[in-house]
Nanobody, 130 residues
Framework: HVQLVESGGGLVQSVGSLSLSCAASGFLFSTYYMGWSRQAPGKEREGVAVIDSDGSDDSAVYLESVKGRFTISKDNAKNTLYLQMNSLKPEDTAMYYC??????????????????????WGQGTQVTVS
């Protein structure tokens, strides 16, 4: 069965950096598009970044508020998804979730990156920016 395990969250000061990882198992990693979403207390979950199954940098799309600060990457040889977060702001504080699905990445983001939808989710890792 699909398993997604996030790591790398923590407490960081404003303008600092964090790198999240998501170790995947139970499915053919190279055929799934993947992404990161987040949910802050009292707010709806929102998509942050999505990347296509082949992990090409050109395929990556981002929530407007994180463009230029966050970078998503997918290593198909290591079955791992990453999110490099730089210039962090207090409003980035949230639980961050790794997600995956099979099919068309473009279908998943048809309503915008914020509304990106996936069939499989990890348990999340907390990011707190002070």
């Amino acid at each position: 069965h699909v398993q997604l395990v996030e790591s790398g969250g923590g407490l960081v000061q404003s303008v600092g950096s964090l790198s999240l990882s998501c170790a995947a198992s139970g499915f053919l990693f190279s055929t799934y598009y993947m992404g990161w979403s987040r949910q802050a207390p009292g707010k709806e979950r929102e998509g942050v970044a999505v990347i296509d199954s082949d992990g090409s940098d050109d395929s990556a799309v981002y929530l407007e508020s994180v463009k230029g600060r966050f970078t998503i990457s997918k290593d198909n040889a290591k079955n791992t998804l990453y999110l490099q977060m730089n210039s962090l702001k207090p409003e980035d504080t949230a639980m961050y979730y790794c997600a995956a699905d099979y099919g068309s990445m473009h279908w998943a983001v048809r309503g915008g990156v914020r509304r990106a939808d996936f069939g499989y989710w990890g348990q999340g890792t907390q990011v707190t920016v002070s």
